[in-house]
C-alpha cells in the first residue's frame, strides 16, 4: 500500500523567514505527489503536484516543493513566510490510474507563522 | 464557475441515526470521491463514484453507502450512526478523463457530530 509521512505535527516559523514543510512516501511505482493545504473549518486547497518530470515543482500562493527519489522525499518549501500561511498542510500520494487514482494523505503538518 | 458544493454544513445527530450528505461537482467533472477527516487527522478515503457506480472502496463499513446521480451529483448516507462517525465529510471531484495529471477538487466539508 502507499503511504506518506509526515513527521512534524508542528512548524513554527518567523514571517518572512523560509519556510519547510516535509514529507517522504512510500510506493511502489512511479509516485503521484501532491500537497494540499487546508484552513480553520474550510475544504483542502490544492497547492501543487508532482508526476513527472523537473523535481522542483512550482504552485500557488508562492509554494514550491522539491522532488527527490533517493531520499523519498517530497518537501513544501516557501522562501518567505506569511502569517496568512498559518494553516494545516497534508502532503498525499495518489495510486495509478489501474488502482483507482484514490489519495492517500499524511496526518498533517500545521504551520505557524508569528510576525 | 461553482466549484464543489456540500449540504448541510453543519448537522448534529444522535447515535443510532442515519445521515444523508449532498454533494455538488464542479461544473465539468464527472467523478466524485467521499472522504472522512476525523478531528486532528488526514482524510480518509471513503469511496468514489462515476457513471452512476461505486468504483472503489476504502476501509469503510457498509454502513456508509452512496449514489451518483445522472447529472454527477452524489450523496453519502450513513445507518446507524457511531461515536466514532462524528467527523468533517469531505466530498472531491475530477474529470475522469485527467487520470493522470488532473488533481481533486474539494469542497467545504459537511461537519456532522453524532451525540
Known amino acids: 500500500a502507499q503511504s506518506v509521512a509526515q513527521p512534524e505535527d508542528q512548524v513554527n516559523v518567523a514571517e518572512g523567514n523560509p519556510l519547510t514543510v516535509k514529507c517522504t512516501y512510500s510506493v511502489s511505482g512511479n509516485p503521484y505527489l501532491f500537497w494540499y493545504v487546508q484552513y480553520p473549518n474550510r475544504g483542502l486547497q490544492f497547492l501543487l503536484k508532482?508526476?513527472?518530470?523537473?523535481?522542483l515543482v512550482k504552485g500557488s500562493y508562492g509554494f514550491e516543493a522539491e522532488f527527490n527519489k533517493s531520499q523519498t522525499s517530497f518537501h513544501l518549501k516557501k522562501p518567505s513566510a506569511l502569517v496568512s500561511d498559518s494553516a494545516l498542510y497534508f502532503c498525499?500520494?495518489?495510486?495509478?490510474?489501474?488502482?483507482?487514482?484514490?489519495?492517500?494523505f499524511g496526518g498533517g503538518t500545521r504551520v505557524l507563522v508569528k510576525p | 464557475d461553482a466549484g464543489v458544493t456540500q449540504s448541510p454544513t453543519h448537522l448534529i445527530k444522535t447515535r443510532g441515526q442515519q445521515v444523508t450528505l449532498r454533494c455538488s461537482p464542479k461544473s465539468g467533472h464527472d467523478t466524485v470521491s467521499w472522504y472522512q477527516q476525523a478531528l486532528g487527522q488526514g482524510p480518509q478515503f471513503i469511496f468514489q463514484y462515476y457513471e452512476e457506480e461505486e468504483r472503489q472502496r476504502g476501509n469503510f463499513p457498509d454502513r456508509f453507502s452512496g449514489h451518483q446521480f445522472p447529472n454527477y451529483s452524489s450523496e453519502l448516507n450513513v445507518n446507524a450512526l457511531l461515536l466514532g462517525d462524528s467527523a468533517l465529510y469531505l466530498c472531491?471531484?475530477?474529470?475522469?478523463?485527467?487520470?493522470?495529471?488532473?488533481?481533486?477538487?474539494f469542497g467545504e466539508g459537511s461537519r456532522l457530530t453524532v451525540l
Open positions: 498525499a500520494v495518489r495510486d495509478p490510474p489501474a488502482a483507482g487514482n484514490k489519495l492517500t
Open positions: 508532482y508526476i513527472t518530470g523537473d523535481n
Open positions: 472531491a471531484s475530477r474529470l475522469r478523463t485527467g487520470t493522470i495529471s488532473g488533481e481533486l477538487f
